[in-house]
């Protein structure tokens, strides 16, 4: 079955810059998503189609995608994004969904 | 604005059913693909089914085929999961989405509801 590899944990210091990679074969083919879960909340869409960011997200979020990596880079983090994030996507035939298994990003 | 609101969890016996509804409001129901998504206690996300706008087309996660019914009522706005032959494995936060995009293998869920606990235990 299809995978999508998170690291599990990336810490920074506020005002750092935060990288959160998401890891698949099928990336350069099929579109990610990236996801923000706030503890006891439901998910929020921060990036869509790799690089795209609806409208009530901050711009210091971004993504990006090189081969089969998808990157989602939050530009001076603050510590209220202290959050899981979750990569979604396909696999290479779009039959199956799938998201990554999360990275629990902490900002202190 | 965008609403997705769950009910219909609770604890149920292994073997048991349960039936999710969502509510939505806040968007033309009957223009968008919808899902359902679980969260098992502590664990990531798992996309569970999704349904086309007219009902037509409908997709499952392997381990739930079979057993899972993904269904919709578009004058009533709303959205179900028949849920048969429940086992422990299905513990979790379930949550309805909203799917953005025209097609089930390039969409992606772009709204969320606040989700229902469904916990199978004896």
């Known amino acids: 079955s299809y995978e999508l590899t998170q690291p599990p944990s990336v810490s920074v210091s506020p005002g750092q810059t935060a990288r959160i990679t998401c890891s698949g074969d099928a990336l350069p083919k099929r579109y990610a998503c990236w996801y923000q879960q706030k503890s006891g909340q439901a998910p929020v869409l921060v990036i869509y189609e790799d690089s795209k960011r609806p409208s009530a997200i901050p711009e210091r979020f971004s993504g990006s995608i090189s081969g089969t990596m998808a990157t989602l880079t939050i530009s001076g983090a603050q510590v209220e994004d202290e959050a899981d994030y979750y990569c979604y996507s396909t696999d290479s035939s779009g039959n199956h969904r799938v998201f990554g298994g999360g990275t629990k990003l902490t900002v202190l | 604005e965008v609403q997705l609101v769950e009910s219909g969890g609770g604890l149920v016996q292994p073997g048991g059913s349960l039936r999710l509804s969502c509510a939505a409001s806040g968007f033309t129901f009957s223009s968008y693909w919808m899902s359902w998504v679980r969260q098992a206690p502590g664990k990531g996300l798992e996309w569970v089914a999704n349904?086309?706008?007219?009902?037509?087309?409908?997709y499952y996660v392997d381990s739930v085929k079979g057993r899972f019914t993904i269904s919709r009522d578009n004058a009533k706005n709303s959205l179900y999961l028949q849920m048969n032959n429940l086992r422990a494995e299905d513990t979790a936060v379930y949550y309805c989405?909203?799917?953005?995009?025209?097609?089930?293998?390039?969409?992606?869920?772009?709204?969320w509801g606040q989700g229902t606990l469904v916990t199978v235990s004896s």
């Open positions: 349904i086309k706008q007219d009902g037509s087309e409908k």
């Open positions: 989405a909203r799917d953005q995009g025209q097609r089930y293998s390039s969409g992606f869920p772009d709204y």
